[in-house]
T-cell receptor, first 112, second 114 residues
Framework: DQQVKQNSPSLSVQEGRISILNCDYT??????FLWYKKYPAEGPTFLIS?????DKNEDGRFTVFLNKSAKHLSLHIVPSQPGDSAVYFC???????????FGGGTRLMVKP | DAGVIQSPRHEVTEMGQEVTLRCKPI?????LFWYRQTMMRGLELLIY????????DSGMPEDRFSAKMPNASFSTLKIQPSEPRDSAVYFC????????????FGDGTRLSIL
């Protein structure tokens, strides 16, 4: 049973517009959430994270929002750039040893 | 600074052969993770080491899979004997221990078992 789900396998956005990637989780014990970006033939790269005690974390063009009651988080990219085209994974941790459970990923395509 | 280094980048071998994947974590990191990525199952954790000790190997699919971490700067994932269904991309990641510490991934080994 998937504990972290990314229901949209792909998303296409025009350059300059906002990209919104969504993630849902089922395990209420998760208390830290991370987003990773992955280019082809490379490993995932850490992008941004959020603790369950917060509902928003911002880093430049990237903002992560957390809605604990809905068990939902989202990643906003504004403005989107062609170089943002990649697969984005959300991940969750509820363990001090920082084991992560990953979602299935969303492929973002930013069109020039 | 060097990131996580995995070798080989690609491995093609015949069914039944032994396969050994190697990983050098980032210096100073004390947690190491092995993942497997497939189209069907996505990115799944195989095993997790902390301070060179295996903590959770519940993701290791079968006894054909084994992993070792003889010291803080080296880990191996071995498959013996290999089967076509083991074909996947295998990633190694390392991090500092602690809630929220991001894992840093290597570029993976693409394994094809014929």
């Amino acid at each position: 049973d998937q504990q972290v789900k990314q229901n949209s396998p792909s998303l296409s956005v025009q350059e300059g517009r906002i990209s919104i990637l969504n993630c849902d989780y089922t395990n209420s014990m998760f208390d830290y959430f991370l987003w990773y970006k992955k280019y082809p033939a490379e490993g995932p790269t850490f992008l941004i994270s959020i603790s369950s005690i917060k509902d928003k974390n911002e880093d430049g063009r990237f903002t992560v929002f957390l809605n604990k009651s809905a068990k939902h988080l989202s990643l906003h990219i504004v403005p989107s750039q062609p170089g943002d085209s990649a697969v984005y994974f959300c991940a969750a941790s509820g363990d001090a040893g920082n084991m992560l459970t990953f979602g299935g990923g969303t492929r973002l395509m930013v069109k020039p | 600074d060097a990131g996580v280094i995995q070798s080989p980048r690609h491995e093609v071998t015949e069914m039944g052969q032994e396969v050994t994947l190697r990983c050098k974590p980032i210096s100073g990191h004390n947690s190491l993770f092995w993942y497997r990525q497939t189209m069907m199952r996505g990115l799944e954790l195989l095993i997790y080491f902390n301070n060179n000790v295996p903590i959770d190997d519940s993701g290791m699919p079968e006894d054909r899979f084994s992993a070792k971490m003889p010291n803080a700067s080296f880990s191996t994932l071995k498959i013996q004997p290999s089967e076509p269904r083991d074909s996947a991309v295998y990633f190694c990641a390392s991090s500092f221990t602690g809630l929220g510490q991001p894992q840093h991934f290597g570029d993976g080994t693409r394994l094809s078992i014929l």
